[in-house]
């Protein structure tokens, strides 16, 4: 190349304009229209004119003269009507050559400006054609639609990053921000980063916005939301990431107030037995509110009467119906130490279908006539109409189950039924529940409650006997619906004995899953031939679809085809894998928030095992397991009982800190 042709590169997406002054170790050396010199290779040139400029008349007179140029070449892009051009170009759908299109732009002889000119008003336009070289190709309509439509969108995000750090800025500053409208968009930015980080859609604009707000990117996010008042510090995160609402979309509202305007008065007819003759008694926790069975008992010569009555939530719930949907969404109710999420609504749950004290509600009826051994002898399933006349807590009968005779009936029934399963090969843990109270001040009290109280034995095997009775009805009448089953534990630690704490501990890791299916497959973790679950129809979706197939057999509606159930089983399995891990991680943060208080404080607990580099512990006075440093001080084994000092506890980030006391 001559030296002093001007020539054009591109340089930080800038068309730069310049003039060759020589070569030097195959690069081009230039001097360009801002007085500076570099070095490119030739290749890099987006544009070489036919005009030369001398060089002798000096480096200001060069850079003047290529500041002209730039200028006049500015001048003839403006002349360029991108778009009129891409209207009578488009539909040739071939490549133009850089001097074409400048004759198509400009009357007259070309020069090197005016393909200057065509090549700069293209390059900052790349809407309408895309450029190889010293050629163009117009885009389809189509393209160009995509390419308007992304731009808008880059427009937009710069925008939003642009505002998003400058008002985040402001509210770091601020002593009582608030939000206004137009910033919820950078709300619904921040909560999307903080709750799913590289899995959100929105991750890099929240990163950017994060970044140049100078917002820390670990923790900042969530205590911005808490300032803002839109979350608060005992935030259920796992609730937004699972996307859970505790309200109910409106068509599901309108069709509950319909079912509650209908004449819901329970009247006879020949399709229910009249049951309301029954002593029948509700026993569950203080704070229940929506009861779905009810026992009732009688003595009969040396053995038993046993009815579980279960509510008929499927007369009032119709399938398909907007309720329906949505308590299929929802798949159970969940129970937090902070919050009830219901799976159906409330005036449903806790009214209209609850087993509420003196009134009269359709159920389905589970009766048998056990012997002294608490063995069936016969039973029968049918609909009926019951009421209740005791509502009962757990505690009220554990302090009356000596002195009642229909609960001193029902706890006899309740352990000789346990000792038949057990000898069946049941395995029955006898781990404590804990129990995590949250007062209207925010006070926090953690308890055990005892599985194996009375009460809880009483109503647990009732309804173990009347869901196992109803797989066998299903299982005898050759009819297909959500059957449970589990295979033999992996290894057994505890027998009829009970075990120890650590036995019963560690036997949960042998047990096996828990199926559901079509076909009746043992249940070897209770010790039955065959299991269904159809006694919590308010709280668990398979359980109210199983009491839909027992309500077909009694004639009561159409039975779900095999291919819905099939459906039915698949729709709740992620739901309540997701419910599994609420309750888990949420009961267990109320008690790491409960433990914050006692940092410092000594615990008891119970080596589980040793790993690689740590020890794994169980704090048994909270069922919760944790981590001990291997360098604590001491070689300890399986089953040792220690006691720890709590050194740091962070609720938020599950942290227990613990070292050997």
């Known amino acids: 190349m001559e030296p002093g042709t001007i020539v054009e590169y591109i340089d930080r997406k800038l068309i730069i304009c310049a003039v060759a002054l020589g070569k030097k170790n195959q690069k081009l050396r230039m001097l360009t229209e801002h007085n500076r010199e570099v070095s490119h290779a030739e290749k890099r040139l987006a544009h070489v004119s036919s005009k030369r400029l001398d060089l002798r008349t000096g480096r200001d007179a060069l850079v003047n003269s290529l500041q002209n140029t730039v200028a006049r070449r500015r001048q003839l892009q403006k002349q360029i009507d991108v778009e009129a051009l891409w209207e009578v170009l488009h539909t040739e759908a071939a490549w133009i050559d850089l001097q074409t299109m400048a004759e198509f732009s400009f009357d007259g002889e070309i020069s090197g400006d005016h393909t200057s000119a065509v090549i700069r008003a293209l390059f900052e336009d790349r809407l309408y054609f895309k450029f190889d070289s010293n050629r163009f190709f117009p885009n389809s309509p189509e393209r160009v639609a995509q390419i308007a439509a992304q731009a808008a969108l880059e427009a937009r995000k710069a925008h939003t990053i642009e505002e998003g750090s400058r008002w985040i800025q402001e509210v770091l500053g601020a002593r009582h921000p608030s939000v206004p409208p ?183 009826s589970i009766t048998a006539c056990l012997d002294h051994s608490a063995r069936v002898l016969e039973y029968e399933i049918f609909p009926s109409i019951i009421r209740v006349n005791r509502q009962m807590t757990y505690y009220d009968s554990n302090l009356m189950v000596d002195q009642d005779p229909e609960l001193s009936a029902m706890y006899e029934l309740a352990r000789k039924f346990r000792e038949f399963r057990l000898n069946a090969g049941a395995i029955q843990l006898t781990l404590p529940e804990m129990n995590v109270w949250i007062d209207s001040k925010r006070e926090i009290s953690v308890s055990q409650i005892n599985r194996e109280s009375p009460g809880r034995l009483m109503v647990s095997e009732c309804m173990i006997m009347a869901n196992w009775l109803a797989g066998r009805f299903f299982r005898d009448q050759g009819q297909s619906t959500i059957f449970r089953s589990q295979l033999e534990p992996r290894g057994r630690l505890i027998d009829e004995s009970g075990g120890t704490l650590y036995q019963n501990w560690m036997q949960r890791r042998l047990l096996s899953r828990v199926f559901i299916g079509f076909e009746p497959e043992p249940h070897t973790g209770l010790g039955l031939d065959v299991y269904v679950t159809l006694t919590s129809p308010l709280r668990k979706y398979v359980d109210l679809a199983t009491q839909r197939q027992m309500r077909s057999l009694l004639g009561l509606e159409t039975l779900y085809s095999d291919e819905e159930i099939r459906f039915i089983i698949q729709a709740v399995e992620q739901p309540m894998s997701y419910i599994t891990v609420l309750q888990r991680e949420r009961l267990r943060y109320w008690i790491i928030r409960y433990l914050e208080r006692h940092v410092g404080q000594k615990q008891e607990a119970l080596v589980l095992e040793k790993r690689r580099h740590r020890y794994v512990i169980l704090l048994t006075k909270y069922m919760i397991e944790c981590s001990l440093p291997l360098n604590c001080g001491a070689d300890l084994k399986s089953e040792d009982t220690i006691l720890v000092k709590l050194d740091r506890v962070n609720a938020r980030s599950d942290t227990i800190g613990l070292s050997l006391a």
């Not at 709300?187 to 140049?212: A, T």
């Not at 935030?235 to 209908?262: C, W, Y």
Request: hydrophobic share 35%.
């Open 182 to 364: 137009d910033k919820e968009e950078i709300i619904e930015l921040l909560k999307s980063f903080y709750l799913f980080g590289k899995d959100s859609p929105h991750y890099d604009i929240g990163k950017e916005i994060i970044s140049r707000s100078g917002l820390d990117p670990t923790d900042g996010p969530f205590h911005l939301l808490i300032k803002l008042g839109i979350w608060n510090h005992d935030e259920n995160l796992n609730l937004h990431r699972f996307g859970i609402s505790d309200t109910f979309p409106p068509e599901a509202m309108k069709a509950v107030e319909q079912l509650n305007d209908q004449e819901t008065k329970v009247k006879p007819d020949g399709k229910r037995r009249d049951l309301t003759h029954l002593s029948t008694i509700t026993i569950d926790g203080q704070s229940t509110l929506d009861f779905d069975d009810a026992i009732s008992i009688e003595r009969d010569g040396d053995g038993f009467r046993l009815w579980v009555h279960v509510t008929d939530v499927s007369h009032f719930l119709e399938k398909g119906s907007p309720v329906d949907e949505e308590a299929l969404a929802r798949g159970s109710s969940i129970y937090m130490p902070d919050k009830r999420i219901p799976m159906v609504p409330r005036p449903l749950a806790e009214d209209l279908c609850s087993l509420k004290e003196g009134q009269d509600r359709r159920a389905i």
